[in-house]
């Protein structure tokens, strides 16, 4: 089993950054894509980006190219979700998701391992 911890929610600005990161442990791989998926109010989880092992492949949802940027840290088992630009639209909770698919694949039924998620708010 891998267990996944999201980490640096919170509340913020329109216009502002947040680092979230997401630690992997107990029988980690380093054959998973990882992604980032978000939930808002009375909607449903979506898409948001993801990245191959090597980092060398990334999918990004059309709502956040140009503003979010997926990176990893292996060395650390590590994920990373930088969101800039930052909109009230973008508040939801922030899961990060392991997948056993080589490339990065963009649906929630492809990832096997969830974190608990992380508040992200955007004041207007």
């Known amino acids: 089993q891998v267990h996944l911890v999201e980490s640096g929610g919170g509340l913020v600005q329109a216009g502002g950054s947040l680092r979230l990161s997401c630690a992997a442990s107990?029988?980690?791989?380093?054959?998973?894509?990882m992604g980032w998926f978000r939930q808002a109010p009375g909607k449903e989880r979506e898409f948001v980006t993801a990245i191959n092992w090597s980092g060398g492949y990334t999918n990004n949802a059309d709502s956040v190219k140009g503003r979010f940027t997926i990176s990893r840290d292996n060395a650390k088992n590590t994920v990373y979700l930088q969101m800039n630009s930052l909109k009230p639209e973008d508040t939801a909770v922030y899961y990060c998701?392991?997948?056993?698919?080589?490339?990065?694949?963009?649906?929630?039924?492809?990832?096997?391992?969830w974190g608990q998620g992380t508040q992200v708010t955007v004041s207007s």
């Open positions: 107990g029988r980690t791989s380093s054959h998973y894509a």
């Open positions: 998701a392991a997948s056993s698919i080589t490339l990065p694949p963009t649906n929630r039924a492809a990832y096997n391992y």
